[in-house]
């Protein structure tokens, strides 16, 4: 059975970022040396995005020795990529997490998820990167039917958790905060916000690089052996380490099978638009927040620093990108924004993610010294760059944060990563079909 293709190789450029309006407007690129040789230190981190940044960065403030290995550039998968949107709460709704392990056990992942914004808010403006952080986000309903259960949640998250930045936004007040025929109101955070999310992690790597972490680029791990020294395998070289961390998310491949069998990679398309004049782009998104939607195919846009429309859309029901990405979101932009048909699209772009069963993200100890954090399910900004300070307080010996995660038990996918590929080709119909018939 198929289990999908290489998807570090398959739609991508190796060593080469994706042709973003990201990758265009950078700070600074990198030009890591590829590991070569045999080398030791005490922490070996496997990706070089967020989880990977963070962690080695947070063991080198705790006085390990790291070593991180990118198998292309820093930021180069999901974390450079992505939407830019960065949330408080966790993917899924509390009630859920309420329903699923109690109110205890919510209240614990909420702060934990209010902890993730307020530790990468933190370290951009602690260490003046540079990622155009901005605050608001608007959580669009595209259905009426569903203004009744918005309300509700956002009380719920007034009295229950105590969070006074979220409000209802009804149908009278919906044009003030999206200009879309398409969306009926929904809920405004003013807590969660957005940003440019290679300048992000570019930032973060030069944080950790400055605190002693080695980083190489161009190094493909191949495989690691278990035991009380861990050997991590290159196409040049060797690395020897007493604990390793696996931060890879969609672009894992079939590096562990444990894990492999819990996410399932899936991939989103975003386009930039030339820039808009001002007065056209303070119509479109009055007051400058993100948006996402509510359909299971995820409509999610946002506007750029110099006003670009970032608009992420469209399905996808196999591993490999779009001839055209260009021509195929701009028909769900157009969708939801008919004022944007003649507009010129400048990039279009293509990366992987990765789900779980559950939407939640999955931690796990592989080995006493073997730890892996995967699986945000598209909330990863702030909830990767927090797990990797939670890898290394693991790694450090204070788990019980790391152990909070842990107790998600997130569950393999039927037939593990034998079945992944048919599994995304039915998931993505499925969801495709619910958006059309309105369930």
Not at 142 to 151: A, G, M, P
């Amino acid at each position: 059975m198929q289990s999908g293709p290489d998807l570090l190789t398959t739609n991508d450029t190796p060593g080469v970022h994706a042709p973003s309006f990201y990758a265009a407007t950078a700070n600074r690129t990198t030009n890591h040396p590829s590991l070569s040789g045999d080398f030791t230190c005490d922490v070996c981190v496997i990706g070089g995005g967020y989880t990977g940044v963070s962690s080695a960065l947070h063991l080198a403030r705790r006085g390990y020795d790291v070593v991180l290995l990118e198998a292309n550039r820093i930021g180069w998968g999901a974390s450079g990529r992505n939407g830019g949107q960065v949330g408080v709460g966790q993917r899924v709704d509390q009630t859920v997490l309420e329903k699923r392990h109690g109110l205890e056990y919510a209240k614990i992942l909420w702060d934990l998820a209010m902890e993730s914004m307020d530790v990468t808010v933190d370290l951009i403006r602690r260490h003046a990167i540079a990622c155009d952080l901005t605050y608001g986000t608007f959580f669009a309903d595209h259905r009426r039917s569903y203004l009744r259960d918005t309300r509700k949640y956002v009380d719920h998250l007034q009295k229950t958790y105590g969070y006074n930045k979220v409000s209802f936004v009804g149908e009278k007040d919906v044009a003030g905060v999206v200009a879309s025929p398409k969306y009926f109101g929904g809920m405004m955070d003013a807590g969660s916000g957005h940003l440019h999310p290679l300048n992000l992690v570019l930032g973060l790597a030069d944080v950790a690089e400055t605190l002693g972490v080695r980083i190489f680029e161009d190094t493909r791990v191949l495989s690691y052996d278990h035991g009380d020294t861990v050997t991590v395998h290159c196409e040049a070289g060797s690395l020897k380490a007493k604990h390793l961390i696996l931060g890879c998310n969609g672009y894992l491949g079939k590096l562990d099978k444990t894990t492999a069998a819990r996410v399932l990679p899936i991939n989103n398309f975003i386009v930039a638009t030339e820039p808009l004049s001002k007065g056209d782009a303070e119509t479109l998104l009055p007051n400058n927040p993100a948006v996402a939607d509510s359909k299971h195919v995820i409509n999610y846009f946002r506007l750029s620093s110099d006003r670009r429309m970032l608009f992420g859309g469209g399905e996808n029901y196999g591993y490999n990108f779009p001839h055209d990405i260009k021509s195929f979101v701009r028909g769900p932009m157009v969708e939801i924004f008919p004022q944007l048909k003649d507009v010129r699209i400048d990039y279009g772009w293509g990366g992987t993610l990765a789900i779980t069963p559950k939407r939640m993200p999955y931690f796990a100890r592989l080995a006493p010294n073997v730890l892996t954090a995967t699986g945000y399910s598209g909330h990863g900004v702030a909830m990767a760059t927090l797990a990797g300070k939670v890898l290394a307080e693991a790694v450090d010996g204070t788990s019980s944060r790391f152990d909070a995660f842990d107790k998600l038990n997130i569950p393999a996918f039927p037939g593990g990563d034998k079945l992944r590929y048919p599994l995304l080709v039915l998931a993505m119909t499925w969801y495709a079909l619910r958006d059309r018939l309105g369930v």
